[in-house]
């Protein structure tokens, strides 16, 4: 039903209002319930039961399938690589299988679903970008390997055919990798042959017991019951809507029958829609919870009957309808059996393992394989290593170097042609002997020492000659790497001087760049010309020194990376001083391996680095809602005000207790509150501080004590009450409302130490600035009522000028809340024939009791902490002979006295703070977010209690008792009133 806004009075109007209101929020109620219902049904297939579970299964075994024929290859990170991708597969197939409901679902659920999808994709795209990472690596790490490896192989065979040893490589790389590779491949094709006829029976034996435990009719039946359950429950929420649209009608017709208007029969119309959605909404519940409860059966059912499968599954031993099922198999098919008994989620991740145990048992890495069956060749390799050591060719062939070679091999000549000329004559000379002795043998053994000892000569000298080459070859080599790193650091210092020249050179640029900006900004005519010219300046200014840091260690560190280069250089060298070119290939080979992992290493620390960063980020996408966002960005802004009150207020609060206890000053020696000497408080005095204050200082409990609670008792309403008075005032429409309300704020703004001392009179009794109404007439109007009347108004003149400067921020306060205050209100209440007076405690007070609540806070804190001695004694009592808080921190004589004083101020404070907040908080705030049904619900709560408690105490019949015993007097009371009214009437007359 529509109503127009002309065609309502003022209370139709603000009851539709709240009525909408209220409606809206009784809808969202039943929508987040319908919505909490549907949660688990955030999710629903595309296709059938069966046909998803029958294509799931079979795509799970063929992955499954996939992944262990993979393990038998030669690169074993393959099997990785694939079940990533696989698991991939699966789960695009399952997202793309079962769509999120867009509609009757609460957006929190379906951000969570959508969250969890994009996680788990992310999850699985990380695995697959790791596993090809990992199988890219070792397929390059095999070629290097076998690069390597033919490497030296060429090389050997060059320096065996100069030596006329070829027969010592039996048997090259190329071929025994070929072989190796095809041996492998073979026991690989036999171990897929071995678990393919495993696979086929498994595939039958899964397929069997998944039709057991998918049960398929029962769930496309609980399907389709869910389909017709959703819709009753969409068709329920639409009733509902309609039923809290006619209750807003009904609110209001209701307000407009009180106003005497013709409605009835719109309103029996409603009434009869009321009862119409009532009992449609009663069918659809019952309905619905007859389809949970038949949904519940079947579950139930379904439950009953997978109880009996897994008792089956666990018990089955034969399997001989398998075709040739050996015995090995009928033990794995056992096993594979009994996973069946887990949840279906669970099944696979059991057949995996059973099946890969089972097909990896006698299975060996081709890496390990390759260990194992290389051991040969490479014992091979190093006997030519040992057997070339007497070829040995410097890694560095240069000019010198070729020199020094030169000339060893023409000395190692000259004593070779030396040695054989002696052995040549020496055996002359035995001949010689020996045909003119006869064949003495005492000659023989002396030539036979003779030939020894030459011999032996010519060994020593062959080493002399050896050790100087190595000499002077490591000395040219020594030489020249030292030279290497001079050039090096030359080329460092070169940076260096380069890096500084180009930042003279720019700060030149900028000096010139400054005096040119200068002559533009005196012809500039604009300021944006000016603040462009002045920003360009800048950039140049920016540039004398942008880079040079980042330079200068670049520089540095390719210094270093050059002298490391240089240093394994040198290793190489000295080493092909002393063994063949295969061993220094060797290690040059395991050096450039040793880099290519730190490389590897680094390249693969940031590959991680990125792939965690952006699980992370899904993680935290995941699992934040959007009320857990908020609630941090709550307790982020929260901690800076936590932080600050924690270092600026708790901390002072909690250590003036310790000082209160204490006794502690400039006089006694600076000594410390904490630890000292082995004690924990070493100046703790207990209590003393306080029973000095109640029992010793008399002047604090029977002058500074009731002075202060004095102040507080007096100046708190006075204040609050003006200022609520002028806020009112204020608040109206009056010419020069906002300079009047500038005038009233102002004290607050300009109060200075002048003005204080002159509110304070200068450390005396009383202020300079003085108001009184001696001799005036309200003097003595107060007069003919009391002197206590004339004393109260007369301290109220007299500290006027105080009031009107404590209440700036109250009037602020209340200004801002009467301004909140919706004007309707006041129609309402003047069209139920309220007045003014009415209008300010029926409508104004309570909107505004908060605002009193702060109001009053404000003013408390404000006398507590104001530096005037007859208000505030405890703080500043202006004489020395009796301090305050003040005089006593100031001269530093006893700061625990000063603490304690302190302490029984803000008890005082508090006892106020606690009646204000008794008076003036909101006790019905919870009613607020009520209905209107629960509000009425407690108002005849209240007037059944209030009836109990009448009839208790019997008040009914107090009352009737005083009336009859007040009766004559009140007749008497009527009597004299009616007669005097009779007299001005005939004296009128």
Same mark, same amino acid.
């Given at each position: 039903?529509?109503?127009?806004?002309?065609?309502?009075?003022?209370?139709?109007?603000?009851?539709?209002?709240?009525?909408?209101?209220?409606?809206?929020?009784?809808?969202?109620?039943?929508?987040?319930?319908?919505?909490?219902?549907?949660?688990?049904?955030?999710?629903?297939?595309?296709?059938?039961?069966? @046909?998803?579970?029958?294509?799931?299964?079979?795509?799970?075994?063929?992955?499954?399938?996939?992944?262990?024929?993979?393990?038998?290859?030669?690169?074993?990170?393959?099997?990785?690589?694939?079940?990533?991708?696989?698991?991939?597969?699966?789960?695009?197939?399952?997202?793309?299988?079962?769509?999120?409901?867009?509609?009757?679902?609460?957006?929190?659920?379906?951000?969570?679903?959508?969250?969890?999808?994009?996680?788990?994709?992310?999850?699985?795209?990380?695995?697959?970008?790791?596993?090809?990472?990992?199988?890219?690596?070792?397929?390059?790490?095999?070629?290097?390997?076998?690069?390597?490896?033919?490497?030296?192989?060429?090389?050997?065979?060059?320096?065996?055919?100069?030596?006329?040893?070829?027969?010592?490589?039996?048997?090259?790389?190329?071929?025994?990798?070929?072989?190796?590779?095809?041996?492998?491949?073979?026991?690989?094709?036999?171990?897929?042959?071995?678990?393919? %006829?495993?696979?086929?029976?498994?595939?039958?034996?899964?397929?069997?017991?998944?039709?057991?435990?998918?049960?398929?009719?029962?769930?496309?039946?609980?399907?389709?019951?869910?389909?017709?359950?959703?819709?009753?429950?969409?068709?329920?929420?639409?009733?509902?809507?309609?039923?809290?649209?006619?209750?807003?009608?009904?609110?209001?017709?209701?307000?407009?029958?009180?106003?005497?208007?013709?409605?009835?029969?719109?309103?029996?119309?409603?009434?009869?829609?009321?009862?119409?959605?009532?009992?449609?909404?009663?069918?659809?519940?019952?309905?619905?919870? /007859?389809?949970?409860?038949?949904?519940?059966?079947?579950?139930?059912?379904? @439950?009953?009957?997978?109880?009996?499968? &897994?008792?089956?599954?666990?018990?089955?031993?034969?399997?001989?309808?398998?075709?040739?099922?050996?015995?090995?198999?009928?033990?794995?098919?056992?096993?594979?059996?009994?996973?069946?008994?887990?949840?279906?989620?669970?099944?696979?991740?059991?057949?995996?393992?059973?099946?890969?145990?089972?097909?990896?048992?006698?299975?060996?890495?081709?890496?390990?394989?390759?260990?194992?069956?290389?051991?040969?060749?490479?014992?091979?390799?190093?006997?030519?290593?040992?057997?070339?050591?007497?070829?040995?060719?410097?890694?560095?062939?240069?000019?010198?170097?070729?020199?020094?070679?030169? %000339?060893?091999?023409?000395?190692?000549?000259?004593?070779?042609?030396?040695?054989?000329?002696?052995?040549?004559?020496?055996?002359?000379?035995?001949?010689?002997?020996? %045909?003119?002795?006869?064949?003495?043998?005492?000659?023989?053994?002396?030539?036979?020492?003779?030939?020894?000892?030459?011999?032996?000569?010519?060994?020593?000298?062959?080493? @002399?000659?050896?050790?100087?080459?190595?000499?002077?070859?490591?000395?040219?080599?020594?030489?020249?790497?030292?030279?290497?790193?001079?050039? #090096?650091?030359?080329?460092?210092? /070169?940076?260096?001087?380069?890096?500084?020249?180009?930042?003279?050179?720019?700060?030149?640029?900028?000096?010139?760049?400054?005096?040119?900006?200068?002559?533009?900004?005196?012809?500039?005519?604009?300021?944006?010309?000016? $603040?462009?010219?002045?920003?360009?300046?800048?950039?140049?200014?920016?540039?004398?020194?942008?880079?040079?840091?980042?330079?200068?260690?670049?520089?540095?560190?390719?210094?270093?990376?050059?002298?490391?280069?240089?240093?394994?250089?040198?290793?190489?060298?000295?080493?092909?001083?002393?063994?063949?070119?295969?061993?220094?290939?060797?290690?040059?080979?395991?050096?450039?391996?040793?880099?290519?992992?730190?490389?590897?290493?680094?390249?693969?620390?940031?590959?991680?680095? @990125?792939?965690?960063?952006?699980?992370?980020?899904?993680?935290?996408?995941? *699992?934040?809602?959007?009320?857990?966002?908020?609630?941090?960005?709550?307790?982020?802004?929260?901690?800076?005000?936590?932080?600050?009150?924690?270092? =600026?207020?708790?901390?002072?609060?909690?250590?003036?207790?310790?000082?209160?206890?204490?006794?502690?000053?400039?006089?006694?020696?600076?000594?410390?509150?904490?630890?000292?000497?082995?004690?924990?408080?070493?100046? !703790?005095?207990?209590?003393?501080?306080?029973?000095?204050?109640?029992?010793?200082?008399?002047?604090?409990?029977?002058?500074?004590?009731?002075?202060?609670?004095?102040?507080?008792?007096?100046?708190?309403?006075?204040?609050?009450?003006? #200022?609520?008075?002028?806020?009112?005032?204020? *608040?109206?429409?009056?010419?020069?409302?906002?300079?009047?309300?500038?005038?009233?704020?102002?004290?607050?703004? $300009?109060?200075?130490?002048?003005?204080?001392?002159?509110?304070?009179?200068?450390?005396?009794? /009383?202020?300079?600035?003085?108001?009184?109404?001696?001799?005036?007439? $309200?003097?003595?109007?107060?007069?003919?009522?009391?002197?206590?009347?004339?004393?109260?108004?007369?301290?109220?003149?007299?500290?006027?000028?105080?009031?009107?400067?404590?209440?700036?921020?109250?009037?602020?306060?209340?200004?801002?809340? =009467? &301004?909140?205050?919706?004007?309707?209100?006041?129609?309402?209440?003047? $069209?139920?024939?309220?007045?003014? !007076?009415?209008?300010?405690?029926?409508?104004?007070?309570?909107?505004?009791?908060?605002?009193? =609540?702060?109001?009053?806070?404000?003013?408390?804190? /404000?006398?507590?902490?104001?530096?005037?001695?007859?208000?505030?004694?405890?703080?500043?009592?202006?004489?020395?002979?009796?301090?305050?808080?003040?005089?006593?921190?100031?001269?530093?004589?006893?700061?625990?006295? #000063?603490?304690?004083?302190?302490?029984?101020?803000?008890?005082?404070?508090?006892?106020?703070?606690?009646?204000?907040?008794?008076?003036?908080?909101?006790?019905?705030?919870?009613?607020?977010?009520?209905?209107?049904?629960?509000?009425?619900?407690?108002?005849?709560?209240?007037?059944?209690?209030?009836?109990? =408690?009448?009839?208790?105490?019997?008040?009914?019949?107090?009352?009737?008792?005083?009336?009859?015993?007040?009766?004559?007097?009140?007749?008497?009371?009527h009597t004299r009133q009616l007669k005097a009214k009779k007299r001005q009437e005939e004296k009128g007359e």
């Open positions: 039903m529509e109503f127009k806004d002309e065609e309502l009075s003022v209370v139709a109007q603000s009851t539709l209002k709240f009525a909408k209101e209220e409606a809206e929020r009784e809808f969202e109620k039943v929508r987040q319930k319908y919505i909490k219902k549907r949660k688990s049904n955030a999710v629903h297939l595309t296709t059938s039961v069966e @046909d998803y579970e029958n294509t799931l299964t079979e795509l799970r075994l063929k992955h499954l399938k996939e992944d262990l024929n993979a393990y038998f290859d030669v690169n074993p990170k393959l099997y990785a690589y694939v079940c990533a991708m696989n698991a991939k597969e699966e789960l695009n197939f399952i997202h793309e299988h079962n769509k999120i409901h867009r509609h009757d679902v609460g957006r929190e659920t379906i951000m969570k679903e959508i969250v969890t999808r994009r996680f788990d994709s992310v999850k699985v795209d990380n695995q697959l970008e790791k596993t090809k990472y990992e199988k890219e690596k070792y397929e390059k790490e095999e070629e290097r390997d076998y690069q390597h490896r033919m490497d030296i192989e060429k090389v050997a065979k060059e320096l065996l055919q100069q030596a006329n040893k070829e027969d010592l490589l039996v048997e090259s790389y190329a071929t025994i990798y070929s072989n190796l590779v095809q041996e492998f491949e073979k026991i690989c094709d036999e171990n897929k042959a071995e678990l393919d %006829s495993l696979f086929e029976k498994v595939d039958l034996l899964v397929k069997e017991n998944f039709k057991k435990i998918a049960f398929t009719a029962e769930k496309t039946k609980i399907t389709e019951i869910a389909k017709d359950r959703d819709q009753k429950a969409r068709d329920l929420l639409a009733i509902h809507r309609q039923d809290i649209d006619n209750n807003v009608d009904y609110k209001v017709l209701k307000v407009q029958l009180r106003e005497k208007l013709p409605v009835e029969e719109k309103l029996k119309k409603v009434e009869e829609q009321k009862e119409t959605y009532k009992k449609q909404i009663q069918d659809l519940e019952t309905q619905i919870n /007859q389809l949970n409860e038949e949904i519940q059966s079947i579950e139930k059912a379904i @439950d009953e009957k997978r109880k009996e499968n &897994q008792k089956e599954f666990v018990e089955r031993v034969d399997f001989s309808e398998l075709n040739n099922v050996t015995t090995e198999e009928a033990e794995v098919l056992h096993k594979i059996n009994s996973c069946f008994v887990k949840e279906s989620e669970e099944i696979f991740d059991a057949l995996i393992e059973i099946i890969n145990e089972y097909g990896k048992k006698n299975f060996v890495p081709f890496d390990i394989y390759k260990k194992e069956h290389i051991q040969n060749y490479d014992q091979q390799i190093q006997t030519i290593n040992e057997t070339l050591k007497t070829f040995i060719q410097p890694i560095d062939e240069k000019k010198k170097e070729k020199e020094i070679i030169a %000339s060893f091999a023409t000395q190692l000549n000259e004593v070779k042609k030396g040695y054989q000329d002696a052995l040549h004559a020496l055996q002359l000379e035995e001949k010689e002997k020996l %045909s003119a002795e006869n064949e003495n043998t005492s000659i023989k053994e002396e030539y036979s020492l003779k030939y020894q000892e030459l011999k032996k000569q010519y060994a020593e000298k062959v080493d @002399d000659l050896t050790k100087q080459k190595e000499n002077a070859l490591l000395e040219l080599t020594d030489y020249f790497y030292k030279e290497k790193a001079v050039l #090096a650091k030359k080329q460092y210092l /070169q940076d260096k001087k380069d890096i500084k020249q180009a930042r003279l050179e720019r700060k030149k640029t900028y000096k010139e760049k400054k005096k040119e900006a200068r002559q533009k900004l005196k012809r500039a005519e604009s300021n944006f010309a000016k $603040i462009e010219i002045r920003e360009t300046l800048q950039v140049y200014k920016k540039e004398i020194k942008e880079g040079d840091k980042a330079k200068y260690k670049k520089a540095k560190r390719d210094y270093k990376n050059a002298l490391k280069q240089i240093k394994k250089e040198k290793e190489i060298a000295i080493l092909s001083l002393s063994q063949p070119k295969t061993v220094v290939l060797q290690k040059i080979y395991e050096n450039d391996l040793h880099a290519a992992e730190k490389r590897n290493e680094i390249e693969e620390k940031e590959f991680y680095k @990125d792939l965690n960063k952006q699980l992370k980020l899904n993680r935290y996408r995941k *699992n934040m809602t959007k009320a857990r966002r908020e609630n941090i960005l709550g307790y982020i802004f929260l901690s800076v005000w936590a932080i600050g009150f924690v270092i =600026l207020t708790l901390y002072p609060l909690i250590y003036t207790i310790f000082l209160s206890f204490s006794e502690i000053g400039y006089n006694m020696g600076y000594d410390p509150l904490f630890y000292e000497n082995g004690k924990l408080f070493p100046n !703790w005095i207990g209590f003393d501080n306080y029973s000095s204050l109640i029992f010793s200082n008399t002047s604090f409990l029977y002058e500074k004590l009731p002075t202060f609670f004095m102040s507080m008792a007096f100046f708190l309403p006075i204040v609050v009450f003006i #200022a609520f008075v002028l806020a009112m005032l204020l *608040n109206t429409k009056i010419v020069g409302r906002t300079f009047f309300r500038v005038i009233y704020f102002l004290p607050v703004i $300009i109060i200075s130490g002048p003005l204080l001392s002159m509110l304070n009179g200068n450390g005396g009794d /009383q202020s300079t600035i003085i108001l009184s109404i001696d001799g005036t007439f $309200i003097a003595t109007v107060l007069e003919a009522i009391s002197e206590q009347a004339v004393e109260y108004a007369d301290f109220i003149f007299q500290n006027f000028i105080i009031i009107l400067w404590m209440t700036g921020v109250p009037i602020v306060l209340f200004i801002s809340g =009467l &301004q909140k205050i919706d004007r309707s209100l006041y129609e309402a209440a003047e $069209i139920d024939g309220a007045n003014k !007076w009415q209008a300010l405690w029926t409508v104004t007070f309570p909107l505004i009791k908060s605002v009193i =609540l702060i109001a009053c806070l404000f003013t408390i804190v /404000q006398i507590a902490t104001i530096d005037i001695t007859w208000i505030n004694p405890i703080k500043s009592s202006g004489d020395s002979a009796n301090p305050g808080i003040v005089e006593l921190m100031s001269s530093g004589s006893n700061y625990g006295l #000063a603490a304690a004083m302190a302490w029984v101020q803000t008890l005082i404070v508090l006892i106020f703070v606690g009646i204000v907040f008794l008076l003036f908080r909101e006790k019905e705030f919870v009613e607020k977010q009520k209905s209107y049904e629960e509000v009425e619900r407690l108002k005849a709560k209240r007037v059944q209690r209030k009836a109990k =408690l009448n009839a208790f105490f019997h008040v009914d019949a107090i009352k009737r008792g005083w009336a009859r015993a007040t009766a004559p007097i009140v007749k008497l009371h």
